[in-house]
Nanobody, 127 residues
């Protein structure tokens, strides 16, 4: 069973950047599809990005496409979310999640499809 820990959140001004990390322990991350989700106050948790177990297939929500980049380093059991050109509407708690089901093209990440979750990291974008 894999345990996930997110880090890298914080307060940033609009237009700024942050890099979130999702570190795994207890099991190698290489076999898992990894998703990044976020949840703003009063809103449902939404899928932001997703990456296949073997790097090459990714998904981005329309709201972050062109600004966020997901990547993974299986040797370090870590997945990253580089967030550039941040906007106030990106403010949320960001979670990484893992599932063993392989990623397939055009898959839109759904929280109910993921079995393992981190505790979340807060991202606040404000001037």
């Amino acid at each position: 069973q894999v345990q996930l820990v997110e880090s890298g959140g914080g307060l940033v001004q609009p237009g700024g950047s942050l890099r979130l990390s999702c570190a795994a322990s207890g099991s190698t991350l290489r076999y898992y599809t990894i998703g990044w989700f976020r949840q703003a106050p009063g809103k449902e948790r939404e899928g932001v990005s997703c990456i296949s177990s073997v790097p090459g297939s990714t998904y981005y929500a329309d709201s972050v496409k062109g600004r966020f980049t997901i990547s993974r380093d299986n040797a370090k059991s870590t997945v990253y979310l580089q967030m550039n050109s941040l906007k106030p509407e990106d403010t949320a708690v960001y979670y990484c999640a893992a599932r063993l089901i392989p990623y397939y093209n055009n898959y839109v990440p759904n929280p109910s499809d993921f079995s393992f979750w981190g505790q979340g990291t807060q991202v606040a974008v404000s001037s």
